[in-house]
């Protein structure tokens, strides 16, 4: 079955600094791949996904990029601000199943004052 | 608009003992999850539902049990607790597959500790 696998686990910049976070995925007829931020006693929620047939998409302060060829996916924050700060997760959607988003680990980021 | 709703927002549960955890969402949502979030694990599947009526298996379906009767609600039953399944659990909808683009929307999480 589909595996997503990501990293870091934890990662600390400054404030103003970028972060990066990388995510691969095992099925290559996965299709969609969002991104969700969960803080601290809150259910996740999506912040910005991008579609197999797209390389990178944008959204303000939020960029996402997609390597199809080597199955994987990047989540790139610039002018990282305090409330930035929380769990970042990726996820997949495989083919295989109508129903099912597959879950990175989690990375939680933490941006320095 | 509440969105995605989930009761009780914390229960202690004793090992045996059998429980329910609520979830609702008021968006027309005809996707529903189930997820549980253990730490460093990130979010397992438990149980999905395309639709009233209709339950399919996630990743990790054994010891709950689901029903879907209407279009809203979407109930979690433990039916035999065990340490094992201490947890947080989310529920989340969506309008359609993840194939097919349609982001899924998450409640606030029960968080259940079973001793």
């Known amino acids: 079955g589909e595996n997503v696998e990501q990293h870091p686990s934890t990662l600390s910049v400054q404030e103003g600094d970028s972060a990066v976070i990388k995510c691969t995925y095992s099925?290559?007829?996965?299709?969609?791949f969002p991104w969700y931020k969960q803080e601290l006693g809150k259910g996740p929620q999506l912040i910005i996904d991008?579609?197999?047939?797209?390389g990178e998409k944008k959204d303000q302060r939020i960029a996402v990029t997609l390597n199809k060829t080597a199955k994987h996916f990047s989540l790139h924050i610039t002018e990282t601000q305090p409330e930035d700060s929380a769990v970042y997760f990726c996820?997949?959607?495989?083919?295989?199943?109508?129903?099912?988003?597959?879950f990175g680990q989690g990375t939680t980021l933490q941006v320095k004052p | 608009n509440a969105g995605v709703t989930q009761t009780p927002k914390f229960r202690i549960l004793k090992i045996g003992q059998s429980m329910t955890l609520q979830c609702a969402q008021d968006?027309?949502?005809?996707?529903m999850y189930w997820y549980r979030q253990d730490p460093g694990m990130g979010l397992k599947l438990i149980y999905y539902?395309?639709?009233?009526?209709?339950?399919d298996k996630g990743e990790v379906p054994n010891g709950y049990n689901v029903s879907r009767s209407t279009t809203e609600d979407f109930p979690l039953r433990l039916e035999l607790a065990a340490p094992s399944q201490t947890s947080v659990y989310f529920c989340?909808?969506?309008?359609?597959?993840?194939?097919?683009?349609?982001?899924?929307?998450f409640g606030d999480g029960t968080r259940l500790s079973i001793l």
């Open positions: 989340a909808s969506s309008y359609g597959a993840p194939y097919s683009n349609q982001p899924q929307h």
């Open positions: 996820a997949a959607s495989p083919s295989s199943n109508t129903g099912k988003l597959i």
């Open positions: 099925d290559s007829a996965s299709n969609y």
């Open positions: 968006m027309n949502h005809n996707y």
């Open positions: 991008i579609r197999s047939n797209v």
């Open positions: 539902s395309v639709g009233a009526g209709i339950t």
